[in-house]
C-alpha cells in the first residue's frame, strides 16, 4: 500500500477552478497508477479521472472531460486541475494507487486511499 495525501480543496464560486495534488513517496507512482474519485454525503463514490504510471494515459468521467485535467508532476505527485466548476462538482475528492500500469474506473481496483479533500463550488 501507499500513503496519499491530498491538498488544495476549498471553496470557489462556479467556473472558477481550483488545483487538486495527491502526495505519495518513493516514487510510487512509478508503480502504480492514480486516480480521483469523489462522493457527496449518501452516494457512493464515483470516479473522476485517473493516469496511467507511465503519466502518458488518461482517462475521464463523462461529467468532467474537457474541464478537468489529471497530470503526473513528478514520479511522486498527482494532479487534478479543475476549470469551469460547478455546483455539481461540489464532494470530498479522493486519491488512490493502484499497483499496476493503467487506471480503473471502479474503487475495488484501488487498495491505497488518501483521506479526502473538499471540494465546493457555489453558484
Known amino acids: 500500500q501507499v500513503t496519499l495525501v491530498e491538498s488544495g480543496g476549498g471553496s470557489v464560486q462556479a467556473g472558477g477552478s481550483l488545483k487538486l495534488s495527491c502526495a505519495a513517496s518513493?516514487?510510487?507512482?512509478?508503480?502504480?497508477?492514480a486516480a480521483w474519485f469523489r462522493q457527496t454525503p449518501g452516494k457512493e463514490r464515483e470516479f473522476v479521472a485517473g493516469?496511467?504510471?507511465?503519466?502518458?494515459?488518461t482517462m475521464y468521467d463523462i461529467s468532467v472531460k474537457g474541464r478537468f485535467t489529471i497530470s503526473q508532476d513528478d514520479k511522486n505527485t498527482v494532479s487534478l486541475q479543475m476549470t469551469n466548476l460547478n455546483p455539481k462538482d461540489t464532494g470530498v475528492y479522493y486519491c488512490?494507487?493502484?499497483?499496476?500500469?493503467?487506471?480503473?474506473?471502479?474503487?475495488?481496483?484501488?487498495?491505497?486511499w488518501g483521506q479526502g479533500t473538499q471540494v465546493t463550488v457555489f453558484s
Open positions: 493516469i496511467g504510471r507511465s503519466g502518458d494515459d
Open positions: 488512490a494507487a493502484r499497483e499496476g500500469a493503467y487506471p480503473e474506473s471502479t474503487t475495488d481496483e484501488y487498495n491505497s
Open positions: 518513493g516514487r510510487a507512482f512509478s508503480r502504480h497508477a
